[in-house]
């Protein structure tokens, strides 16, 4: 009788496993650029239909995406930029920028200070200061001799954010006190509680405790 139960269950299992299909998983398919008999040209990626435009890349406004007004580059923002715009552009500037050409601009950066073949321009050199902001936009959607381009890794947006923050910084090597109302050309250099290790974000002294405890400084 025991014989008989254990030819029971496992009739059982094998009538369950039976029922268990996977046809969703081993569909007909083809990997990515494969070659394809079923087209003439037998290539499996297929190019856009014409006319069709993707999701989130209908790009109506000319002058946003590329930087120029027919073919020479434009000379104006296309939106306000705001306080809020500049902190956008310095913290994207910092990340993508600041490894070449430096938190200042002055193209001497941590990658040509470590033997680059070649070191990044200034921005605050004549030429550059009186570049359209559409150039300066242009070289970072377009690349720029070994500079790449940087439109897959920085949206649209964020770019100009850059170039305005680029402004930013070429108008700070000319500012005045007028300009900076009433703050000191240039800026004290910041003291820190702890300069950090690299893995950790250095601390900075708060203004009030080096102004009012002199032993602090």
Known sequence: MRDVRKLGFMLLAIVATAGCRIDMHVQPRQNPLSKSDFFVDQRSARPLVQGTVARGQLHEDTYFYSGKLGNNPGDYMPFPVTRQVLERGRERYNIYCAPCHSRVGDGNGF???????????????????????????????????????????????????????????????????????????????????????????????????????????
């Open 111 to 217: 990658i040509p200070q470590r033997g680059f073949a070649r070191q990044p321009p200034s921005f605050h050199i004549d030429r550059l200061e009186k570049a359209p902001v559409g150039y300066l936009y242009g070289v970072i959607t377009e690349g720029f001799g070994i500079m790449p381009d940087y439109s897959s890794q920085i949206p649209a947006e964020d770019r100009w954010r850059i170039v305005a923050y680029v402004r930013a910084l070429q108008l700070s090597q000319h500012a005045t006190v007028a300009d900076a109302e009433g703050h000191p050309i240039p800026s004290p250099a910041p003291e820190f509680v702890a300069p950090g290790t690299g893995a950790t974000l250095p601390r900075l002294k708060p203004p009030s405790a080096s102004a009012a405890d002199p032993e602090s400084k």
